[in-house]
């Protein structure tokens, strides 16, 4: 065979092939195809790019070795037993082991162990403090903390209301609150090592604003504010606003006062920084002064520097009901026709009873009709008297001070129901109490060589009243509904 006919078969044999191919497989051959031109398009693409190309750096190539074995880790994790984060508030009634199993722990020895715990037993002295634990899956305790009750004598009556008498009138309280902070942490012995120290909770503003629907407690509570707030707003404005006889549905309060907190829970409640009250239109303020050197010139003033105290208390209780006014009546008792030489008010056996003024006790007994009663004498020719008491807090010849605790009301003597007879004198004769506020005289004003001070230490304050609707916005229609949204405010 010739070199041309071998040439010839072969070319044939190889078109069979490919016909063979198109035939057998004719998208593998169009894709083919297609790559090509798109290749030679982006190639023709590439060889109009104008101007030199820059050279690719050199390829680099990092190898790291990875450990895959996480046999240690996971047998760690394993031998850690998982724990779990529990809250609880100490009850009334609580023993250590109750208040230990809300906590989720359930190991019998260690509930044995903490059950004699001093720290323990001083926690469940004071109910509603929280209690943090962890507790791990076999029930056991790892880690607890709480806030320990503070280390106080149990106030009397007559203690209480010195503490509140100086709240409201003495200088500034400390800008600070200790607090006891208890930490258990389980040892590898088994043991617990018991860690007790001391924290420091700062002063906290707050705010409340309130509406009068039917009384001021009423409104405080729902207001949120503390009733111990409420009690210091009355003796603050008592010279002014008689809160048992002029108070109206629509009268509008605002309040900025101290709080001091720790873990969220509010330690003590501080003094009133400042107030305003809308009563039937008129509008009060105070703002707290207390200037640094000059003790004697702390105190409550309006924002003008007028002195909010008086002489006098309008009354020698925190709430009360006129159940026999002054004036001519049936006796009770007797049912005989007299003239009333005071008021009776109504008030449950027990509830404290203050001086409106201060003085000197000069009787502390028993009286015909009177029961138990106590007389004060103060300054410049008054006196008081406060009948069908229960228990005294007072003596014979005791200096007393104004807002302080003298006895306890009762019901004893001629008397039909638990209530106080209250009597006011004016140089030994006998006058109305309801007007007690005619006979108070105001304080001092803010001195001449402090305004500037005052001025500039209760700017905030100030500024805080400011944001008070005013007295038209106060008052609402008989339906009782609010003329303006409360605020509540926080504040380091």
Request: hydrophobic letters at 40%; proline letters at 8%.
């Amino acid at each position: 065979m010739s070199f041309i006919a071998k040439t010839s078969a072969q070319l044939r044999a190889g078109m069979l092939q490919l016909r063979e191919a198109v035939e057998g497989h004719p998208g593998r051959v169009t894709a083919a195809v297609g790559s090509v031109l798109l290749l030679t398009s982006a190639t023709a693409f590439g060889l109009a790019e104008y101007g030199p190309q820059p050279q690719l750096p050199p390829a680099t190539t990092l190898t790291v070795p990875l450990s895959l074995d996480l046999t240690p880790q996971a047998q760690a994790l394993e031998d850690q037993p998982p724990s779990v984060y529990a809250t609880a508030y100490v009850q009334a009634g609580d023993t250590v082991e109750s208040l230990l199993r809300r906590l989720q722990v359930t190991d019998p020895a260690q509930l044995r162990q903490l059950a004699a715990n001093a720290d323990l037993h001083a926690l469940l002295a004071e109910p509603g403090h929280v209690v943090t634990a962890q507790v791990n899956s076999l029930g056991e305790l790892v880690r607890l903390q709480a806030r320990l009750p503070q280390v106080t004598k149990a106030l009397t009556a007559k203690d209480q209301s010195a503490a509140v008498h100086s709240a409201n009138l003495a200088p500034a309280q400390p800008a600070e609150q200790p607090w006891r902070l208890l930490t258990l942490v389980s040892q590898p012995d088994g043991a617990f090592q018991s860690e007790v120290t001391q924290q420091t909770a700062q002063a906290q503003l707050r705010m409340a604003t309130g509406v009068v629907r039917s009384t001021l407690f009423a409104a405080a509570d729902a207001a949120g504010m503390p009733d111990s707030v409420a009690t210091q707003m009355v003796n603050l404005f008592a010279g002014e606003v008689n809160f048992r006889r002029d108070l109206r549905p629509g009268d509008r309060f605002t309040v900025a006062y101290r709080v001091y907190e720790a873990q969220g829970q509010v330690l003590r409640v501080g003094r009133i920084v400042s107030a305003e009250i809308i009563n039937q239109g008129h509008v009060h303020s105070a703002v707290w002064f207390s200037p640094p050197g000059h003790p004697q010139a702390a105190g409550y003033y309006n924002p003008k520097g007028g002195s909010l105290a008086r002489a006098f208390l309008l009354s020698p209780l925190p709430y009360d009901r006129i159940t026999s006014g002054w004036g001519w009546r049936t006796n009770p008792v007797l049912h005989f026709h007299e003239f009333h030489k005071g008021i009776d008010l109504a008030i449950p056996v027990g509830t404290p009873v203050k001086t409106i003024a201060d003085g000197r006790v000069v009787y502390a007994g028993w009286g015909t009709g009177y029961g138990k009663y106590v007389k004060v004498v103060h300054p410049d020719g008054f006196a008081t008297i406060y009948s069908h008491l229960s228990k005294f807090e007072v003596h014979v010849g005791e200096q007393v001070k104004q807002g302080e605790v003298v006895a306890l009301s009762g019901n004893t003597g001629w008397s039909t129901g638990p209530h106080l007879y209250f009597q006011f004198f004016v140089n030994g004769t006998p006058v109305n109490p309801l007007t007690i506020a005619h006979y108070s005289p105001k304080g001092m004003s803010v001195p001449a060589a402090l305004r500037t001070e005052f001025f500039a230490q209760t700017a905030t304050p100030r500024q805080m009243l400011a944001l008070v609707p005013g007295p038209e916005v106060a008052s609402v229609n008989a339906s009782g509904t609010p003329g303006a949204r409360g605020t509540s405010q926080q504040q380091g």
